[in-house]
């Protein structure tokens, strides 16, 4: 089951946050470089790390964050924030939640 998400336009379908953007054609001679991020319930640590990511000059960027014991409000959060700071350079990002235990 997914629900649109109003606030990001991002499909969420249970413990996972995907987002692909379009991209201009002249990108798809650079490899697609992923970076992946681990967070553990620290939300100003994780949106650090992700502003360095969105900072980043590379053409070509996919962001995976695995995330541990965040709710699914952080989880929204985290979403609104890497598509409001987001460069044209990050195609893809995908939040996953892991242990809901």
């Known amino acids: 089951m997914s629900k649109k998400n109003n ?4 499909d969420v379908q249970f ?3 995907e ?3 379009d991209t201009p054609s002249d990108k798809e001679k650079n ?3 992923s970076i992946i991020i681990s967070s ?3 939300l100003s640590t ?4 992700i502003s360095s ?3 980043q000059k590379y053409p070509r960027i996919e962001l995976i964050v695995g995330d541990d014991g965040s709710d699914n409000f952080q989880m929204e959060s985290i979403s609104e924030y890497i598509v409001s ?3 044209e350079n990050l195609e893809r990002f995908v939040i996953r939640k892991f242990n809901e235990n």
């Open 85 to 87: 700071n987001r460069k």
């Open 40 to 42: 553990y319930k620290n």
């Open 15 to 17: 413990d996972i946050i």
């Open 31 to 33: 490899e697609l470089f």
């Open 19 to 21: 987002k692909e953007f």
């Open 7 to 10: 606030n990001c336009s991002c």
């Open 53 to 55: 990511v969105l900072e």
């Open 46 to 49: 994780l949106t650090q790390s």
